[in-house]
């Protein structure tokens, strides 16, 4: 069992900068892999970012690459999102997952845990 919780959503001008973690329980934590995905209001939920447990292998979806960076702490049991030069239409929530056997990054029903998610909003 593996439990995720996010902080460091909030409220940010257009071009500012937020970082998210996700803190997981378990000892477990470094076999999984962790993603981060978001829901804006009337949308499906997206993938955002994905991180092998080695932390050697990233994913990232288009719309984000270049201006987001994932990455973890296998030591500290925590995942970051930094999010740079942010975009009204990253306003959403952010949810963090893990995942034992993802053998595709991006599909979140490959995901067995999630957090209950923080939320961003990017104002123009």
């Known amino acids: 069992q593996v439990q995720l919780v996010e902080s460091g959503g909030g409220l940010v001008q257009a071009g500012g900068s937020l970082r998210l973690s996700c803190a997981a329980s378990?000892?477990?934590?470094?076999?999984?892999?962790m993603g981060w995905f978001r829901q804006a209001p009337g949308k499906e939920r997206e993938f955002v970012a994905a991180?092998?447990?080695?932390?050697?292998?990233?994913y990232y979806a288009d719309s984000v690459k270049g201006r987001f960076t994932i990455s973890r702490d296998n030591g500290k049991n925590t995942v970051y999102l930094q999010m740079n030069s942010l975009k009204p239409e990253d306003t959403a929530v952010y949810y963090c997952?893990?995942?034992?056997?993802?053998?595709?990054?991006?599909?979140?029903?490959?995901?067995?845990?999630w957090g209950q998610g923080t939320q961003v909003t990017v104002s123009s």
């Open positions: 991180i092998r447990w080695s932390g050697g292998i990233t």
């Open positions: 997952a893990a995942g034992a056997s993802v053998v595709v990054a991006i599909r979140a029903t490959l995901y067995d845990y």
């Open positions: 378990g000892r477990t934590f470094s076999r999984y892999t």
